[in-house]
């Protein structure tokens, strides 16, 4: 690999892209304006993830240009259902948009095509060159319900769950889209479990403020009650001992599971480093996190890009 083509590569986008990172996605979509949206050309998978989830973009240049393509198609997808919890007030309403999904997947696999749009038209490539485990496709649409629920879980297992199919299930469907024909070994699995802890864990911390602004919590009622969090101090964004409290026993399983990506990432084949690379940036993304109930950790463009290389380079993530 040609690192300088590598880095000057990757500076090729804008670098003004704010945003809260959620469990399975980068930054929230920045509003355009109508003399821009007139002039602007057909937005492409590429183009969308490049805009609302910029770490995982910056992965998918460590493949191929048809593997760009692929991840991409993979990440409209995601970000396209994980986006109907945060763009509707009634949850029914997203329920009912949640099924639609289901519903496109069910004609996917059933090869009736579909002329639902280029994401679903994108997904079903994907399901065709990759032979995608429908079982991860479902799990994930299903966990997105829980982002409906006022008190979505009880225990820290509920929420484990919840993370491994949605981060988990998204690193595990991007590895076999990268390497179709690579056999998954257990530790290979191990590997994306839990990096998609890292990422969810941490990205959760992160975008607390979206949480607290939808007057829903993705924290464990057992712990709530462990650190005597109410919920409306908690919707109320208030800097307490309490919430940091909270996001600190949430911090501390992503610290653990990073541990073990880092004893497992090594030697790994390099095929899969697109797919999961950027949990690479996420101790950055920590040591940002100095009060972590104020959410919304950045870190610098170039750091991340040097983070990325170096972790591409040597194998360990």
Wanted: neutral net charge; glycine residues 6%; charged residues 30%.
């Amino acid at each position: 690999m040609d690192i300088r083509m590598r880095l000057d590569e990757l500076d090729r986008y804008p670098k003004d892209l704010p945003g809260v990172a959620t469990v399975f996605r980068g930054p929230l979509t920045p509003k355009k304006s109508k003399a821009a949206d007139a002039d602007a050309s057909p937005e492409t998978a590429d183009d969308l993830v490049r805009r609302v989830d910029e770490d995982r973009w910056l992965a998918t240049r460590f493949a191929d240009a048809p593997g760009r393509e692929r991840l991409s198609a993979l990440y409209a997808f995601v970000y396209e259902v994980a986006r109907i919890p945060e763009s509707v007030r009634d949850p029914a309403l997203g329920a009912i948009r949640l099924q639609w999904w289901r519903d496109a997947v069910d004609a996917i696999y059933a090869g009736r095509g579909s002329a639902d749009g280029d994401v679903v038209t994108g997904l079903a490539g994907l399901v065709e060159w990759a032979s995608l485990d429908r079982g991860l496709i479902d799990a994930f649409i299903d966990a997105r319900q829980k982002d409906l629920e006022e008190r979505p879980f009880e225990q820290w297992p509920e929420f484990e769950a919840y993370v491994d199919d949605t981060a988990g299930a998204v690193i595990r469907l991007a590895a076999k889209v990268c390497a179709p024909d690579l056999a998954q070994t257990s530790q290979h699995l191990a590997l994306f479990r839990n990096a998609g802890r890292i990422w969810g864990y941490t990205g959760l911390v992160r975008g607390l403020p979206v949480w607290n602004e939808r007057r829903r919590t993705f924290f464990p009622q057992k712990l709530l009650d462990h650190v005597h969090l109410s919920k409306e101090t908690l919707f109320s964004g208030a800097t307490v001992h309490e919430t940091s409290a909270a996001c600190r026993a949430v911090l501390e399983r992503a610290v653990s599971a990073h541990r073990e990506v880092s004893r497992l990432s090594y030697g790994a084949p390099k095929e899969f480093f697109p797919a999961f690379g950027y949990v690479a940036l996420v101790p950055d993304y920590m040591r940002a996190l100095d009060r972590p109930y104020d959410g919304v950790a950045k870190v610098p463009l170039l750091r991340r890009q040097i983070r990325l290389l170096m972790a591409s380079a040597t194998g360990k993530v």
